[in-house]
């Protein structure tokens, strides 16, 4: 007796949770979220909502893949998960972390103009220390750092840039890169300009897609100014939205002379940099 074949019904392609195919390492406040958001406007594109500090964090890391698998979003085949936790990039386990994940994910590092950065940088950790006002003196109490004037941070009495100063630090984007560049090829590791990108998102997005591997989708229809907040917002079929206040921050006012005094200090830096990703990105000096 011959066996009647049973036919299937088609198969419905069913969302899961997938580890990212694609991560922003950092900078921290050089436009990550914005980067995020940005991609996401892509219908190919999924993205961890929070930051997630699988490879920073060692009481994450310890959890292992499954633990950071359960924090993806759901996707469908071919779409790109993207997670981003800028931490990634100065902590030095991580290159080789995520190349055990994963040899091949794509990477992408979005950087600043380095003071500028270290300004935002400052600006953020002296409103998460005085959330409204500033820091109440206390008798008999040293001035927290997050309370001092920007400049006695980044300059140091006798008159040497601080480079103990966390925001300093972190804008030395070369002493952190040279670590990726052991564990991943150049071509894995897309530089995102993130001053270009505040002053016109499109064209770099266009470059990232193409990074990505990814049809261009994401185009002007999907940015209007808005000149309350001064910078772009954000829009597609399901989204109308700007980003947090705490994104596109007043920064105080710096004394120009200390601007200056940082700009030249961070020439030879910013060379290195250059160096080893191949591009002059003509920062100030
Ligand atoms: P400021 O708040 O100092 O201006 P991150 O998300 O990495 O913390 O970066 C924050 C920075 O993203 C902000 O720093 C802001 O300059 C920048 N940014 C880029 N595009 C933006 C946008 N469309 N809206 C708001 N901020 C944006």
New binding site residues.
Partial sequence: MALRKRSRPPRQPRPARRLPQALIIG????????LLEMLYLHPMVQKASGEVHFFDRDENYALGLEWYRSKMPLSFKGQITIEKS?SYFVTPEVPERVRAMNSSVRLLL?VREPVTRAI?DY??LRSRATPSAPALQLPGHPVPDAAKPFEHLAISPDGSINIAYRPIAISLYHAYLHRWLEVFPREQILVVN?DL??ED?VPQLRRIEKFLGLEHKIGRKNFYFNET?G????RNDTTDK??RE????K?PRVDPAVVTKLRKFFIQHNQRFYDLIGEDLGWPE
């Fill in positions: 900078v921290r406040k050089c436009g990550t979220r914005a800028p979005i935002s600006t953020q993130g990108l505040i998102p907040k910078f772009y917002c954000l700007c980003l705490t994104k596109g921050r920064h």
